[in-house]
């Protein structure tokens, strides 16, 4: 078994040139690993670093070592060149939020997560969201969550603030986005979205709060689709509307404490596709990367890849 590790230094603030030194020093006492390994250098290289590995075909792994933002570029990589057998990928998360290890039972301690790698024994399929948006005809994946609105707008005023740099590098990252969802709260205006599901249609005039999730965490830990799992195939859509200001804040504290699905606040729609159209123009955020503010016109639907680790019980 052979592994090939993307390494992404700059995730998490330098949390990953950290995590990559543990790992290397693990690996090297244990000399019967067979490894390599690259680093990448800037934005949109570990797609490119992906894909190259798997037309090389000369590796059993993928493992990336950073954010989930670099697990999203590697698996859209390895997505794109469709091979038969798709090559294997694994984590070891070392990015701001990590939703993506709690969501599969990833370990964040470095080591333990290699050791998840190392001592599996089977490719597992986990559920991977796909969309389709009419739009702007543009395609593309999401492993945590699609969201439009309120977390949509704190993600587009985090990844902007000046602050973002300097609290990731001391690993304050959450505050960051706490203290723009604050501001987003009251700025944030209702719009429009038309939900297709199960052969029926609903019309939300005053949406607030609208994400499809592929398993339940969002914002660094808060839990948004409670019941999701990552090797299910199926998507969960929350929507919250805006309602009145006593009843907004309350929802909005129910989604900070990880409780708005068990509420009467959230209206729920679960399948393996899903169909909305959101109107007027309105931030957007996959995976906490920005599509830009626009219209939507999404249809939503399951794919799997196989990862190569052993979820933590």
Not at 49 to 56: P, V
Not at 84 to 103: K, Q
Not at 161 to 177: D, P
Not at 282 to 295: F, N
């Amino acid at each position: 078994m052979k592994y090939h590790f993307i390494i992404n230094p700059c995730a998490g603030g330098g949390k990953a040139r950290t995590a990559w030194q543990q790992v290397q020093a693990a690996l090297t006492a244990t000399p019967e690993v067979e490894y390599d390994h690259v680093t990448s250098r800037f934005a949109g290289q570990p797609r490119e670093l992906a894909i190259q590995a798997a037309q090389r075909g000369d590796c059993d792994c993928l493992v990336v070592v950073g954010g989930d933002g670099t697990l999203h570029e590697v698996i859209t990589g390895l997505m794109a060149t469709q091979q038969d057998t798709p090559l294997p990928v694994a984590y070891i998360p070392a990015g701001t939020g990590n939703d993506f290890a709690r969501g599969y039972g990833i370990s964040t301690d470095p080591r333990q997560a290699l050791d998840q790698i190392l001592t599996n024994r089977r490719a597992h399929r986990i559920n991977i969201g796909h969309y389709h948006d009419a739009s702007r005809g543009c395609n593309g994946i999401f492993l945590n969550n699609f969201g439009i609105g309120f977390d949509a707008a704190i993600v587009h005023a985090t990844n902007h603030s000046r602050a973002k740099v300097f609290l990731n590098h001391h690993h304050l990252g959450t505050f960051a986005y706490i203290y723009k969802a604050v501001r987003v709260l009251f700025s944030q205006p209702a719009f429009r979205v038309t939900v297709n599901a199960g052969g029926h249609q609903w019309t939300f005039d005053h949406a607030f709060l609208l994400v499809a999730s592929n398993h339940p965490y969002i914002g660094g830990g808060v839990k948004i689709a409670a019941d999701q799992h990552i090797d299910r195939r199926e998507l969960e859509l929350v929507v919250v509307e805006k309602r009145r200001w006593p009843v907004l804040l309350w929802a909005m504290l129910m989604f900070a404490s990880g409780h708005l699905v068990e509420s009467r606040l959230a209206h729920l729609f679960r399948g393996e596709k899903l169909r909305y159209a959101v109107t007027p123009a309105q931030y957007g955020q996959i995976d906490g990367d920005e599509p830009g503010k626009h219209a939507f016109d999404l249809t939503l639907d399951c794919r799997s890849y196989p990862l190569w680790q052993t979820p933590l019980k």
